[in-house]
């Protein structure tokens, strides 16, 4: 009862405020050490998460350094081609068109009824063979007048010829006049013409006739028909009767810049034969191989260049009159050339230049001077040496001493010429890229758990 008072004596002696405390004291003691723990929580986590980027940091720094080396930048994987020698032709590209020696439009000589047509359209014919046939009757009536009017004349003549040997004889005996002599061997004279006039129109009679009968003026081959058979022609027809056209041989006419004119002429005056091998329009198949055969006598001075001529034999047709043809001319050719591939050529402010492969695996840039291109290679006219290799292929971001990795490509493939497999370390670093952040990603969520 003592303890009951001293409580209650001693609650009623302190203030208001103290009174109510331990009512109100429970409530709030268990707050303050929940948010130290989620404190606490939010730290472990942000160390963590902190710890984790660190570590990628670390571990791609050690990836860069074993790549690298010491040089602390990943070496540019490349392939590269061994410098040769070799025969560069010297060789000179120019675009040309399919012309035919002879391009003859059959035409008729005299007016008649065509009667025959003895071709067909897209016939191969020889000089000679028979094409068509003209009305030949007129002019076989006008040839049986002439000769007749030959025979008249030959007789007169024969006659006068008689009566002058007479009054030759007669005027030594001085029996006749002088006079009539003289007149009688003007009227010989006078009958020769005539007989020389008949025989002149008896040929152009037979001329005609021979005009009637029409033959190929050279071998090739016929094009369309003009006219059909029945029809009456005339010389003054524009398109006359078929076009004939040459085709074996034949020859293409190309165009040169003149600059390349000394060193041609300079060939031909030797004696060489100089070849032409002659392309397709998209310049890919070889149609034909012939020889330059005639050059132009002037130069066009509109287009600075000169006009040459080459023939082939053309014996399967491969060319085709006015057909559109790349023209290569072998003008001469380098032999032991130093000779470099075409995609090892790389053009700068100073000139041409290469990527030169040396034996530690850097590469170093080298200046060169290059000279005639022969399909895919280039002969190097200096800055190389046989045997040594360039780089053809991964040059975007080289620069001189960089060190490289050398791709083989026919090692890899199995055959040369295809692109090569990805190579077999490039292929894992990817997959294990990929292990090492999805591992990162379980121990992020670990952590975040």
Not at 75 to 104: E, F, H, K, S, Y
Not at 109 to 118: H, P, R, S, V
Not at 205 to 232: E, F, M, W
Request: charged share 20%; hydrophobic share 40%.
């Amino acid at each position: 009862m003592d303890d009951t008072v001293d409580r209650a004596t001693l609650a009623s002696t302190q203030p208001p405020a103290a009174r109510e405390a331990p009512a109100t004291e429970p409530q709030l003691q268990p707050k303050p050490p929940k948010r130290r723990g989620l404190l606490k929580w939010l730290i472990v986590v942000v160390l963590a998460i902190g710890c984790i980027f660190a570590w990628e940091q670390f571990q791609q720094h050690e990836t860069d350094k074993e790549r690298a080396g010491s040089g602390g930048t990943p070496p540019q994987t490349i392939r590269d081609a061994p410098v040769t020698t070799g025969d560069v032709p010297i060789i000179i590209n120019a675009l040309g068109a399919v012309t035919p020696l002879a391009t003859v439009t059959v035409r008729t000589q005299i007016n008649g009824q065509l009667q025959q047509i003895a071709f067909q359209e897209g016939q191969m014919v020889k000089a000679g063979d028979f094409l068509a046939q003209i009305d030949a009757r007129p002019y076989e009536a006008t040839l049986a007048q002439n000769q007749a009017q030959f025979e008249k004349d030959t007789e007169l003549f024969n006659q006068a010829q008689s009566d002058l040997d007479r009054y030759e004889i007669l005027g030594k005996q001085n029996s006749i006049a002088a006079q009539q002599v003289t007149d009688q061997q003007f009227l010989v004279k006078q009958d020769k013409a005539a007989m020389a006039i008949d025989q002149a129109q008896i040929d152009s009679a037979k001329l005609n006739i021979t005009y009637c009968h029409i033959v190929a003026p050279v071998s090739g081959r016929v094009g369309l028909r003009q006219v059909d058979q029945g029809n009456y022609v005339q010389t003054t027809d524009a398109n006359g009767i078929v076009l004939l056209t040459e085709l074996e041989p034949i020859s293409v006419i190309f165009t040169v810049p003149e600059d390349y004119l000394p060193q041609i002429q300079a060939r031909v005056k030797t004696g060489a034969i100089l070849p032409v091998a002659i392309y397709d329009r998209a310049n890919v198949n070889k149609l034909q191989d012939g020889k330059l055969a005639f050059i132009d006598n002037q130069i066009d001075v509109t287009t600075g260049t000169v006009k040459l001529r080459a023939l082939f034999d053309n014996t399967d047709d491969s060319l085709f009159p006015q057909q559109f043809v790349n023209a290569r001319l072998t003008v001469d050719t380098m032999s032991n050339a130093i000779v470099a591939p075409n995609a090892a050529i790389q053009q700068g402010a100073q000139g041409a230049f290469v990527y030169v492969v040396n034996d530690d695996n850097t590469v170093s840039v080298r200046q060169i001077k290059t000279g005639p291109v022969d399909g895919e290679r280039t002969a190097i006219l200096s800055g190389l040496k046989a045997g040594e290799k360039v780089v053809i292929d991964g040059v975007d971001r080289l620069r001189d001493g960089a060190k490289v990795t050398v791709r083989n490509t026919q090692a890899q493939t199995g055959a040369p010429g295809k692109p090569p497999a990805p190579a077999a370390k490039d292929a894992a670093e990817p997959d294990q890229q990929g292990q090492q952040h999805r591992h990162r990603r379980q121990g992020q969520g670990q952590s975040d758990q």
